[in-house]
């Protein structure tokens, strides 16, 4: 049994392959981005916080309309490729700052808007990161948050599970839309939307790519995609396309605000 933390685990994998996230095509794009902006409707008198921003796209997109945004990871090559990618792109108004998304080192009420994309599944305490975004959020605030999400069936939870695990020792788990609701109401927030009709479309070789995954993973992980059952083949959208599995994982993104 490995006795290296989530935390610890996060940094190893996400450092040195940051610069691969940073081209990541799912991270960079993808409809959930576009429904966090609208959800959220950003303005400019607005003050963002992006925790778990990885190489930054999320924050972009905010930085458009917000005054003002700061972006948090723990791990500090992704804040460098991030930084990097918004002076390519003339970005000025996000400031980076490197900490944890279980112990935000800002004051109480002090954003206006949280957000936070395809990371949750990351974290060490999804409760405790829930209750600091209720907590650094003004009373009439909104979280906007988008992560990858399991089937409440028992079968294609394991499949997709041990899967990403083999891919990404650092991946913890993926909720149900269920416990979403659950855990963002624990935390003290009113839900307001929750959909589950978008989806993050992946490729397996970019996907094995953008983890670093050496090639004995790369191998089993490639029987499990040959040898999956039909349900799950159906569930998670296969196809073989020049030799290789495009496939896609269900997102959940949801909407909510201070109860």
Known sequence: ?????????????????????????PHATGSSLQVMVSW???????????VATGTGFTAFAFAESAGGVVATDITINMLHEAQ????????????????????????TASFDIATCRIAPHHFTSVPAFLRE??????PSGRLVLTDT??????????????????????HVRSYTPSEWRRLVGDAGFMLEELTTSHRSELVFS?????AGSPPEVVDTLRRRFI?????????????????????????????????
């Not at 049994?1 to 095509?25: I, L, N, T, W």
């Not at 990618?85 to 004051?107: K, M, S, T, V, Y």
């Not at 975004?133 to 003004?138: D, G, Q, S, Y």
Request: glycine residues 2%; contains cysteine; hydrophobic residues 40%.
């Open 40 to 50: 959220a409707r950003p303005a400019p008198a607005d003050r963002v916080l992006d």
């Open 84 to 107: 990097r990618l918004a002076a390519d792109r003339g970005i000025r108004n996000i400031r980076f700052l490197q900490a944890a998304a279980e112990a935000l080192p800002f004051r």
């Open 206 to 210: 970019e996907w094995m790519r953008t």
């Open 149 to 170: 999400s399991s089937p409440d069936d028992t079968d294609l939870y394991i499949w997709q599970h041990e899967v990403e695990r083999l891919r990404d020792p650092s």
């Open 1 to 25: 049994m490995s006795d290296v933390k989530p935390q610890q685990a996060a940094q190893r994998q996400f450092g040195r392959q940051a610069s691969c996230y940073a081209a990541s095509r």
């Open 227 to 259: 040898e999956a059952s039909p349900e799950i083949r159906d569930a998670f959208r296969f196809r073989e396309v020049d030799g290789d599995f495009h496939f896609s994982l269900m997102l959940v993104i949801l909407l909510a605000r201070p109860a």
């Open 133 to 138: 975004m209720r907590r650094i959020l003004r």
